[in-house]
Nanobody
Framework: QVQLVESGGGLSQAGGSLRLSCAAS????????MAWYRQAPGKQRELVAQ???????NYADSVKGRFTISRENAKNTMYLEMNSLRPEDTAVYYC????????????????WGQGTQVTVSS
């Protein structure tokens, strides 16, 4: 069974920085696309950033220039470097892999992590 586990959340003051990690575990053959989502209280979950195994990235307008997504394919790990944090960045951050192919050829669809809380105080 494949899993995604986030870490690195916590409390920051406005203007501060945090780094999130998302580690995929299990008998993984490949993961093409990985993404970070977030969900603030009372709001829908939204895409923050995504990255392909080839390094192509895409960001939500609200985080462009402040957040950087990256990954280490050999470690099946993705990161989100968050700088210039704002109170409106407060949310639970989730990582997602739309498709994970296991080494037995099984396709695992829409795999989510459990989430990590990010709180930014003003």
């Amino acid at each position: 069974q494949v899993q995604l586990v986030e870490s690195g959340g916590g409390l920051s003051q406005a203007g501060g920085s945090l780094r999130l990690s998302c580690a995929a575990s299990g008998r993984i053959f490949s993961i093409n696309l990985m993404a970070w989502y977030r969900q603030a209280p009372g709001k829908q979950r939204e895409l923050v950033a995504q990255i392909t195994s080839g390094g192509m990235t895409n960001y939500a307008d609200s985080v462009k220039g402040r957040f950087t997504i990256s990954r280490e394919n050999a470690k099946n790990t993705m990161y989100l470097e968050m700088n210039s944090l704002r109170p409106e960045d407060t949310a639970v951050y989730y990582c997602k892999a739309p498709l994970i192919i296991t080494d037995s050829g099984r396709y695992e669809n829409n795999v989510w992590g459990q989430g990590t809380q990010v709180t930014v105080s003003s």
